[in-house]
């Protein structure tokens, strides 16, 4: 089962990174593009079969690791 | 004094404290594996920079978690000193020894330089041999070092006086220019409430001697290692 | 790939010629396996085999009595003093870098790196030579924003502090960039690793990473010019991991401190191939391997792509009998990966089993001794064009100009983004002295270090340009106190096939070796990039000196920056020489003339007069003369030094942006001293100005201030790059 | 319109970051995980209204600047 951990800089943290992706896009001519936020995701192919418990593992992992619940947020897909 | 420096994979200035620790102390600090548990008997505890685990996913995150930082942990807990510096500091931060976090620096750049420090507080153990409002200098060396933390925390730290230096320029301004990174409030280093843990980013360890190109760091080392006691033998 | 049968024709696609593949033919006595052509073509490819260049640098001088070790080891070791050793080397990773840029210089510093490490030594600094096309290119852009930032990322992720290097922006380079990268090592001088295996049944021992498909026929590829299907050519890129890196110094230097080791060596280009085929041909040994026991990151790995496979941060350990315990203790304490992959024979032969089968069997005296071996025809370059009329100088003007420029602007924005103090022992970051100064740990010793090529000088008269990168180098050394020891060599040129490319590669190399007898200052170590082209049109003559020197007191070292109320005194003849000036070409648009001379007895007459002024504490500040000429060598001291000065002299662009070589300009607190002493040793010399005040205040009556001269040498890489 | 664009190192380039990742979760006891593989997502507001000229235009952000082809490959998701 391949759960796929999608993390993000909370709202109200500055976000320099999406804002140079904004401006770059801007300069390359590309118009209309709002706000952009630049994320993290990290693949995780794990042994667990049953969702829910396959889900709590990453989850878990998340927290314990792969976001900083003081800057980030992080959600869970499995697939 | 007793010091231990903190080495995990991937760390790279365990021999600039070390150089720096000594000068100060006359004493050569104790390398501590990152798997060794026991820190007893130390008196200070050094998170050096470096990149530790590749710096890969966050600064910091995995080092933070590994064995040795329960045992650093507990060290605090007994009113144990702990300073951090750079990726020491990133550590700190993840482990959340000291509060909020060290983002990327805004100009998404690695920042290699010397800056400006203003040194906020002297009556703690690691910044007495320094002057009030005194400008020294530190070479920066870092990607991430852009201090966030929300705005109560922040506060909590001015309250309490718990922001050990803060980018300035040579005259002392805190402008946003002498901010590179880009941190909260100019914040370059910050004090547990106990003010004996510290974290900082720029590297005091790295002007400790003229032929460097300068001493500003040297009394940071010196302050602390009269603070926990002088080795010569009489101590 | 795997079901073509291996013929002539797969031959040519692996890039052997018909010449080449009926040795193999001949060698073998029958066809060989896909694994056995890999091996082959890697071997013979013009990055493994030197099989144009090889004829050419035979003739560098490569001996002195501080020569531990000179050319054909992983880098080259010099005594330094004090039982301990410098080992050193520069090499180019272009062809990866405009691919993938980042990846691209970032692999370049960790390969450097290992060959540094694998000889015993704690790598103590690097620095890099770097050549980018036109900046009004838009390409340019990219791949200097991806070059920087991927030696920062993996220099300073290794903990090595990056000191100093070079940078020059020619549209010649616009399809090709040059990325040259040197790492100085620091070793007791009685304990070097070599490469050479030995002990018949010996294991052989792989640590590092894991190997994947990553670069294979990556040498192939650096032997070969960028067409435009240069995409489609592209093996998968290498990506570096320079945590893996940092680890694998620290367990090899911690496996070194005992005796487990008999030979050692990195895998880099080629690499399992080339790692046990050097390692067993230097020894005269054979070798076994088996790649079943090669840890792999990926599934379903043939013998042919582990063979050929260039994963990075990996080596190759000879181990004495039973000291695979220890070894093995090491890498795990590091979380490397380690297996003993084979054993030393007595055949003569590689041999490589994988799964059961004999995937090749070589023999490795035939695979080297018949290498191939050119001696391709070369051209003399056409003398360039004369110069057209000089104008006149404007002098304030032209200086602004002239520093502002993208071969003379501030570099700062480069380095700023490179780690150069970890370690504790750097005296001299860059911008701070002609040559980086780096301490050694624990003495007073310390290294000066540089790099230094003007390819217009070489594309104008390949000889003379490259005795002058020789001397540029000496010359960086002895301005800041030390005595110049020995160089590393970065040849880059376009395709050998072609006789007016080869005609300048063995020009420069007479060049190179003119210069460095004359100079006392061998050759140890060096590289050689071919066919750097771009549809049909070579780079500009690039053959880049690393060079070394040392200091017995690191405390003597002088740096560049002048202070208020000293004498500026020029060392060396008034100059005159325009042709190939950067005045000429900035300001006149003109890329014409012979390169200036290159007169290598006032050159060592000039620098041994310096270096003992500088012993003896007369001079506060050096700064040799070199692009751009007199004017921009003071500018740079008073920038630098954050003073002002009074200048006094001629007012002609011959005399103020003239190249002429073997000068310096020195800051004494007694300019007519220095003068009558220079005088009695038969150095000219010339009081030029006084330093002091806010401005520079020219000979014509102009002033400038120092702010006017910082903002326009500070402007062009951010404008460049920030905006 | 927002456009989640995911970048991921191809299949068959070293990915360091992945490895670490999966060497730390399992230091930290967690058992079960196989191959970890790290990757951005880039999150753009896009004025465009239209589902398919706006994954067309995300496509061509992706291609020109957000992700590096030579190394990686991207995927655009609408939301
Ligand atoms: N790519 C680079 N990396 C680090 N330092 C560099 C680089 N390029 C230039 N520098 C530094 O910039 C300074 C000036 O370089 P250069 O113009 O080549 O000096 P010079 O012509 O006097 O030898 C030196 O200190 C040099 O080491
Ligand atoms: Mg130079």
């Not at chain 1, 079969?49 to 992992?61: F, G, I, L, R």
């Not at chain 3, 680890?247 to 050692?264: G, K, N, P, S």
């Not at chain 3, 180098?473 to 072609?498: C, H, Q, S, V, Y």
Request: net charge negative; charged share 20%.
């Amino acid at each position: 089962m391949k759960a796929v951990v999608t993390v993000m800089l909370k709202a109200g943290v500055l976000d320099p990174q999406g804002k140079a992706i904004g401006q770059a896009l801007a300069h390359l001519g590309f118009a209309g593009v709002g706000e952009v936020r630049a994320g993290k995701v990290i693949e995780l192919e794990l042994a667990e079969t049953d969702p829910v418990a396959a889900k709590n593992a990453a989850e878990s992992m998340a927290r314990k690791l792969l976001a900083n619940t003081v800057i980030e947020s992080f959600r869970v897909d499995l697939s | 004094m007793k010091a231990g420096i903190v080495v995990f994979p991937g760390i790279n200035r365990e021999r600039d404290i070390a150089i720096a620790l000594e000068r100060a102390s006359g004493r050569k600090p104790r390398m501590i594996w990152h798997r060794e548990t026991d820190l007893q008997s130390l008196d200070l505890i050094v998170i050096p920079g470096g990149f530790s685990y590749g710096d890969y996913l966050r600064c910091g995150a995995m080092a933070a978690q590994s064995p040795v930082m329960e045992s650093i942990r507990a060290h605090a807990a007994r009113g144990g000193h702990v300073l951090g510096v750079c990726n020491g500091f990133q550590i700190l931060a993840e482990a959340q020894l000291l509060p909020g976090a060290l983002l990327r620096n805004a100009s998404l750049r690695f920042l290699s330089m010397d800056c400006h420090l203003r040194v906020e507080r002297t009556d703690t153990d690691f910044t007495a041999h320094y002057q009030r409002g005194q400008v020294i200098r530190a070479p920066l060396a870092h990607g991430d070092g852009n201090y966030f933390a929300d705005d109560a925390t922040l506060d909590r730290l001015e309250g309490e006086g718990l922001v050990a230096f803060r980018y300035v320029e040579p005259d002392g301004a805190a402008t946003a220019k002498a901010n590179r990174n880009g941190s909260a409030r100019n914040i370059a280093g910050i004090l547990s409430p106990n003010r004996r843990i510290m974290g900082l980013m720029p590297h005091p360890e790295d002007l400790v001697d003229p032929l460097m190109g300068g001493t500003d760091g040297a009394p940071l080392f010196e302050g602390i290692s009269a603070a926990l006691g002088s080795d010569r033998p009489a101590a | 790939m795997t079901n073509k049968p291996v013929n002539q024709a797969l031959a040519a696609e692996f890039g052997l010629n018909a010449e080449e593949y009926a040795r193999v033919l001949d060698i073998m006595g029958r066809a060989p396996t896909l694994t056995e052509l890999g091996i082959f073509s890697v071997m013979w490819s013009e990055h493994c085999s030197y099989k144009s260049s090889r004829v050419w640098l035979r003739t560098l001088p490569t001996r002195a009595p501080w020569v531990i070790h000179g050319p054909g080891e992983n880098a080259g070791v010099v005594a330094i003093g004090e039982g301990l050793a410098a080992i050193f080397k520069m090499e180019s990773h272009n062809h990866p870098s405009f691919i993938e840029p980042y990846q691209g210089a970032a692999t370049g510093v960790g390969g450097i790196l290992r060959d540094v490490f694998t000889m015993g030594a704690r790598p103590v600094a690097n620095l890099n030579a770097l050549r980018f096309g036109d900046p009004k290119n838009p390409v340019t852009r990219r791949i200097v924003d991806g070059v920087v930032r991927g030696i920062g990322g993996y220099g300073n992720c290794v903990g090595v502090p990056t000191v100093g290097g070079e940078i020059n922006f020619h549209p010649a380079y616009d399809g090709n960039p040059l990325v040259n990268a040197m790492t100085v090592g620091i070793a007791p001088a009685d304990r070097i690793f070599l490469s050479a295996a030995a002990g018949i049944g010996n294991p052989v021992v792989y640590v590092g990473s894991k190997t994947g498909r990553d670069g294979i026929h990556g040498a192939t590829m650096a032997s070969a010019e960028f067409g435009a299907d240069a995409e489609s050519k592209r093996p998968t890129v290498q990506v570096g991991d320079p945590f893996v890196e940092k680890l694998l110094i620290e367990a090899c230097l911690e496996l070194m401190a005992t005796d487990a080791i008999v030979a050692i060596q990195d895998m880099g280009a080629a690499g399992l191939t080339s790692s046990s085929v050097e390692m067993a041909g230097k020894g005269g040994v054979g070798i076994e391997l088996d790649l079943d026991q090669v840890p792999q990151r990926e599934t379903g790995m043939s013998a042919y792509e582990m063979m050929l496979s260039e994963s990075q941060e990996r080596m190759l350990i000879v181990l004495r009998p039973g000291a695979e315990g220890t070894a093995r203790a090491i890498f795990e304490k590091w979380e490397l990966d380690f297996a003993v992959i084979g054993h030393l024979t007595d055949t003569g032969r590689i041999v490589v089993r994988h799964q059961g089968s004999v995937e090749a069997e070589i023999p490795l005296a035939p695979l080297a001794d018949q290498a191939p071996l050119y001696h391709r025809p070369t051209a003399p370059s056409p003398a360039p064009g004369p110069l057209g009329a000089i104008p006149a100088a404007r002098l304030g003007e032209d200086l602004v100009k002239l520093i502002g420029c993208p071969d003379l602007a501030s570099r700062a924005w480069v380095w700023d983004q490179y780690d150069s103090t970890v370690g504790g022992q750097t005296v001299k970051r860059p911008g701070a002295a002609d040559a980086a100064i780096v301490k050694v740990d624990g003495h007073r010793l310390a290294l000066a270090l540089t790099t230094d090529c003007t390819p217009r000088y070489v594309a104008a008269d390949p000889e003379a340009g490259a005795a002058q990168a020789v001397a540029e180098a000496w010359r960086n050394i002895t301005a800041t106190g030390a005595r110049p020891l020995a160089i590393t060599d970065n040849m880059n040129f376009g395709n050998p096939e072609k006789p007016l490319v080869m005609g300048q590669f063995a020009a420069a190399v007479a060049g190179i070796a003119r210069a460095c007898t004359a100079l006392d200052f061998p050759v140890v170590s060096g590289n050689v990039s071919l066919y750097n082209e771009t549809a049909g049109s070579p780079i500009l003559p690039t053959p880049a000196i690393g060079g070394l020197g040392v200091l017995e007191d690191a405390a003597r070292a002088v740096g560049l920056a002048a202070a208020p109320g000293q004498d500026l005194v020029l060392v060396g003849a008034d100059p005159s020489h325009l042709g190939q000036s950067l005045w000429l070409r900035e300001g006149a648009g003109q890329e014409a003339g012979a390169p200036p001379p290159v007169d290598l007895a006032a050159e060592r007459r000039h620098g041994d007069f310096v270096r003992a002024r500088i012993a003896s504490g007369e001079v506060r500040a050096c700064h040799d003369v070199s692009d751009g000429g007199l004017l921009v060598a003071v500018a740079e001291m008073l920038m630098a030094g954050n003073t002002g000065a009074v200048l006094a002299g001629p007012t002609d662009g011959g005399f103020w942006f003239g190249e002429d070589q073997a000068r310096y300009v020195v800051a004494v607190a007694d300019g007519a001293a220095l003068v009558a002493a220079a005088t009695g040793a038969g150095v000219p010399t010339r009081l030029v100005g006084r330093t002091g005040g806010e401005g520079l205040t020219l000979p014509d009556g102009a002033t400038i201030s120092l702010a006017t001269l910082r903002s326009a040498h500070e402007r062009f890489f951010p404008a460049l790059m920030e905006t």
